[in-house]
């Protein structure tokens, strides 16, 4: 009897859950938890479009860009992206594509796309076939390799 009454329960949350899951370009499950542990020690690389994008802003590159081995990725200060202040992105709406879909990353030993179990919340994401798509480009483009199922 306890045991169907925990199971209705269990199954219960599960659904709460599931229902309350985000695609991977929402910001909710972020803000719920007031978590930016993903913009500290950052290592999120930069395309071209986003270091067009964040330099129409005003900002210089050498302001946020640091290059290593022909790659450029997010400036750190003090152990967090050059961008964040108090816990929020100075730059939210012009963000770079990576940060826009991080949890998702891409793995190029098992050529696969994953949420990223290092970071807290990333039960509460989801990701389709379009966010895939676009990190399989984004690590393409950055990495100058082929990506396997690349569009
Ligand atoms: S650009 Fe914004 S979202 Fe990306 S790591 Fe920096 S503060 Fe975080």
Known sequence: MTRRINAGAGEERGERCIRQ???VTSSLPCQISKCSLCCHNTEMVLCDADV????????KR??????VDGVL????VNSACVFLRNGL???YEYRPMGCALYPLIYDPELNICLLDHDCP???MFY??????????????EVFGEKVNGNA
């Open 21 to 23: 899951r985000y695609p």
């Open 121 to 123: 919340n990333y039960y």
């Open 73 to 76: 990725y997010l400036k750190n």
């Open 52 to 59: 067009k994008r964040i330099e129409s802003l005003g900002y």
């Open 62 to 67: 050498e302001e946020f860009c640091v290059e």
């Open 127 to 140: 990701f389709e076939e379009v966010h895939e798509k676009t990190i399989r480009k984004l690590v393409a």
């Open 89 to 91: 992105c100075k730059i």
